[in-house]
């Protein structure tokens, strides 16, 4: 099992900027893919950004540019560094860890793009 606690999350203004955090624990030895999705209200579930074992990054066009998705090995934890904020960034951001047959998501964090 892998437990994965998020934080980062909160207000902030169009054009700001914040840091998501995912720390792991647990049975952490077989995990190869790390990624962020999102999801806003009455929208599906959405891959923001993803970086596997070897350390490739994938991410979104909607926020190519803009985010950052990094892994401190050490510490078990991945980082979203988010920039240059837009509305339609608001969403509930989870964090997923996964092994060749398991995943395992965050609680999500809620982050809000407002004036």
């Known amino acids: 099992q892998v437990q994965l606690v998020e934080s980062g999350g909160g207000l902030v203004q169009p054009g700001g900027s914040l840091r998501l955090s995912c720390a792991a624990s647990?049975?952490?030895?077989?995990?190869?893919?790390m990624g962020w999705y999102r999801q806003a209200p009455g929208k599906q579930r959405e891959l923001v950004a993803t970086?596997?074992?070897?350390?490739?990054?994938n991410y979104a066009d909607s926020v190519k540019g803009r985010f950052t998705i990094t892994r401190d090995n050490a510490k078990n934890t991945i980082y979203l560094q988010m920039n240059s904020l837009k509305s339609e960034d608001t969403a509930v951001y989870y964090c997923?860890?996964?092994?060749?047959?398991?995943?395992?998501w965050g609680q999500g964090t809620q982050v809000t793009v407002s004036s």
């Open positions: 970086i596997i074992s070897g350390g490739s990054t």
């Open positions: 647990g049975s952490i030895y077989s995990i190869y893919y």
């Open positions: 997923n860890f996964r092994g060749t047959i398991t995943s395992y």
